[in-house]
């Protein structure tokens, strides 16, 4: 066993967390697990949980966060997508209460490393903890931590981050844990059906149709309420103009949603709120870096400027669709730097 070498792993009853599990005590970690309950919707989350630690023979502490996340994660999504905006939960998650529940427990126990499922790579140089890209790029979730700090970043371990997915569950599979056919989850958490519009509309009341405005600046059609669209969004959308369009813009105030040719969909500059470091100084005027504007988009290329707490990100070439709401993560070669919100 290595000596002071405890390490507390969030599960969730997946594969993920369950073969980094089994990895970390063949390092020769001791190992306990902590499954958060964020909603309602979470109940098998915290069985399957209570399963694998079981089927591995670890301690297993449960925290209900419900009322945390109701206020932090659930309030904040469904008020984004009423601002015509679009959210990304995780992102927002993870730093504000996945990832303090999991260092805050540790501490409590008397833990001295953190551990996640997670795809995503840590390189540890004259006491700063960096994060990078995973080293399997298809499977790569450090855009969904770019905003994790040093406190959590130093004590954090990602077992999992060289592994192809097959890997992983043969791991699972030679464990004999039940996870190991288990599909992986795609849905946002706490919408397991994934209708987030019902679930807006069951949270905020309904959602009024409104006008679609053309390319051309007229009415064209009636939309089902702006909840329903995002920005850069093509299909779904009811409107038979001859040609194809995407949402260019939706107007919460005069409740419409606009059009435009596809050819129009480019930016060439975004705004980015609320940034926030992985390691101090990581970001400065005029640097230049890449920008991740979505999660399933490549990082591209851009200038940043700092200015009156907003970071304007200049890109080398015209992006599609960026929406306001989104994470806007910067990198710099296979290192986090950080991320805010596109404005």
């Known amino acids: 066993m290595n000596e002071n070498k405890r390490v507390l792993l969030a599960m969730s009853g997946g594969v993920d967390s369950s073969a980094a599990a089994v990895l970390l005590r063949e390092q020769g970690y001791e190992v306990a697990g902590v499954v958060l309950k964020m909603s309602p919707a979470h109940g098998q989350t915290v ?38 905006r679009t959210p990304n939960p995780c992102v927002v998650c993870n730093p504000k209460l996945k990832f303090k529940a999991l260092l805050d427990t540790a501490n409590a126990e008397g833990y001295d490393w953190i551990a996640t499922g997670h795809y995503a790579g840590l390189r540890r140089e004259n006491g700063v903890t960096y994060l990078t890209k995973g080293e399997n790029l298809e499977r790569d979730q450090s855009y969904m931590l770019c905003r994790l700090g040093q406190d959590v970043l130093s004590r954090l371990m990602f077992p999992l981050s060289h592994l192809p997915k097959p890997q992983v569950r043969e791991i699972a599979e030679k464990a ?45 059609g009636i939309h089902q309420g702006i909840i329903h669209y995002t920005i850069g969004q093509r299909k779904g959308l009811g409107i038979a103009l001859g040609r194809p369009v995407f949402v260019k813009s939706i107007d919460p105030a005069t409740n419409r949603v606009y059009l435009a040719d596809a050819a129009d969909s480019f930016e060439e500059e975004v705004f980015l709120t609320d940034l926030s470091c992985t390691f101090p100084d990581s970001i400065h005027s005029g640097m230049e870096a890449e920008v991740k504007i979505r999660s399933r988009a490549n990082p591209a290329k851009a200038t940043l400027t700092l200015e009156n707490g907003l970071v304007q990100v200049r890109f080398a070439e015209p992006q599609r669709a960026p929406a306001p709401g989104q994470t806007g993560a910067i990198y710099q070669g296979d290192v986090v730097l950080g991320g805010g919100f596109i404005e």
């Open 176 to 220: 004999g844990l039940s996870c190991a056919k288990k599909p992986d989850s795609q849905e946002i958490c706490f919408i397991p059906d994934n209708d987030y519009a019902r679930f807006i509309e069951e949270r905020l009341g309904k959602s009024e149709p409104g006008e679609f405005i053309s390319p051309e600046g007229l009415p064209c």
């Open 47 to 84: 069985e399957d949980a209570k399963t694998a630690a079981s089927q591995l023979g670890i301690p297993l502490f449960v925290k209900n966060m419900t009322a945390e996340f109701d206020r932090e994660v659930v309030s904040y999504f469904a008020a984004e997508y009423r601002k015509g």
